[in-house]
T-cell receptor, first 119, second 109 residues
Framework: GAVVSQHPSRVICKSGTSVKIECRSLDFQATTMFWYRQFPKQSLMLMATSNEGSKATYEQGVEKDKFLINHASLTLSTLTVTSAHPEDSSFYIC???????????????FGPGTRLLVL | DAKTTQPPSMDCAEGRAANLPCNHSTISGNEYVYWYRQIHSQGPQYIIHGLKNNETNEMASLIITEDRKSSTLILPHATLRDTAVYYCIVSSPGNMLTFGGGTRLMVKP
């Protein structure tokens, strides 16, 4: 299947600092990528939809000024957690749809996730 | 997106078939059934998807009822490495995927 990578795989930072997480589609282009968050023993929750060349759309309750998303190219989306606090500690996962030759969306693949710990 | 209902947990003996059910009675005509699994501390792994016909790949088989209101994921010969949370999701291609609680499958020796 298609490959989606994330970097870093885990990060520890101090409260108040900002952390950038990268999501790349390695063997396909993605005009749209999704960012999810997963707390321990819970399911994945969609945070935002990242759109190449335009603004991201955020789910209700997700602060757009705190979780900055940039989708600068067809293979890269970044999520920056600004002024991180301990409650932002979570597992962040991105995903993207592959498309066939005529642009029909086929399968959504997920990255391996980034574990963020804010001290 | 339509909602799905899955049993919270299931056990399966190693080497036996694991049959994971999913109810999606409100699925609409253009929505597919997708199955993913998540092994601890990893991102979800795509397994299989289908619209109305049964599907099979190297990982699993997907059986969708004729009325499309339910489906079953079949792992033909479960191994210990198949222990994971399995998610059944219905969605139109290109849309976000809404994750429910999934089924925690425990494969036992």
């Amino acid at each position: 299947g298609a490959v989606v990578s994330q970097h870093p795989s885990r990060v520890i930072c101090k409260s108040g600092t900002s952390v950038k997480i990268e999501c790349r589609s390695l063997d396909f282009q993605a005009t749209t990528m999704f960012w999810y968050r997963q707390f321990p023993k819970q399911s994945l929750m969609l945070m935002a939809t990242s759109n190449e060349g335009s603004k991201a759309t955020y789910e209700q309750g997700v602060e757009k000024d705190k979780f900055l998303i940039n989708h600068a190219s067809l293979t890269l989306s970044t999520l920056t957690v600004t002024s991180a606090h301990p409650e932002d500690s979570s597992f962040y996962i991105c995903s993207a749809w592959t498309s066939n030759v005529v642009g029909v969306r086929e399968t959504q693949y997920f990255g391996p996730g980034t574990r963020l710990l804010v001290l | 997106d339509a909602k799905t209902t899955q049993p919270p947990s299931m056990d399966c003996a190693e080497g036996r078939a694991a049959n994971l059910p999913c109810n999606h009675s409100t699925i609409s005509g253009n929505e597919y059934v997708y199955w993913y699994r998540q092994i601890h501390s990893q991102g979800p792994q795509y397994i299989i998807h289908g619209l109305k016909n049964n599907e099979t790949n190297e990982m699993a088989s997907l059986i969708i009822t004729e009325d499309r209101k339910s489906s079953t994921l079949i792992l033909p010969h479960a191994t210990l490495r198949d222990t994971a949370v399995y998610y059944c999701i219905v969605s139109s291609p290109g849309n976000m995927l809404t994750f429910g609680g999934g089924t925690r499958l425990m494969v036992k020796p």
